[in-house]
DNA sequence: ATCTTACTATCGAGCCTCGATATAATAGGC
DNA sequence: GCCTATTATATCGAGGCTCGATAGTAAGAT
């Protein structure tokens, strides 16, 4: 259990991440079209700043998570396709089950009288 | 539009703040405390820095989610111990909300949808 | 022609955690 | 009495990451 345990600092980046990469692993995506699909599939709830999105992208094509390849479509300007690796499919399986650990970790802290700990009055 | 959906940048500390208020909500704890039984009750999965946890104590407290008052036990210095006051009630049942609904939220972006359940890529 | 939309990109400011460091008081070893 | 470990609170600099603004390109609409 030498697990790095939980890291709160980089929680943030991390859930953008997952997010990304699960996104991208049903099917490849340009970045503007990651921000819209979130946001639609969320009804809103979930955003990407464009300052936020773009830095997510290339930092994770520089670990090779993620490939871009440029296209340009007939009508439009120059756009960048990003496709999950297999590096990339393996990471984001390793983050999922981090991000279920700590949820699952997390609830015994939030839901009192789970019967876990000294449960003076027995309303549960 | 009314909703603030989420905020990624802010994750980390809400966290924090939900795990404090959380334990605070059974007993009244001093600082000291928190990180010890933060991190006992996790079996090490959740730590608290001095460095974070103090400024958080001092943070909620400056909001008015707790309330503390020094001691000084028979044998030993001085310590604060922190207590949740009213408003730290309904400000832990709101963050408690809000991180559910972030969970919710966020389920369907994780598990494939309907449509994929096999991967049928080239032999594995 | 100009304005809007689609699209990628970067930069400074600001917030927050992390790790080190300081302070203080008591208990125990010697 | 002295030294160190333990309990306990507190602050500061460094670093990482998002946010919002800004910028630029190209196509289509007015």
Redesign the interface.
Known sequence: ?D?P??D??????R??E??VL??L??APMHGYQVAVE?EE??D????FNHG?LYPILHRLEGEGLIAGEWSVPDGGRARKAYALTEAGRTYRADA?RQ?K?L?G??S???D?GAAV?KVSDGAA
């Open positions: 259990m697990q345990s939980f709160s600092q980089s929680l943030g980046r859930l953008n997952l997010l699960s996104l692993r049903r979130v599939q969320s809103g709830f979930f955003t936020t999922l991000w650990t949820v970790r997390l015994p802290f939030l009192d700990d």
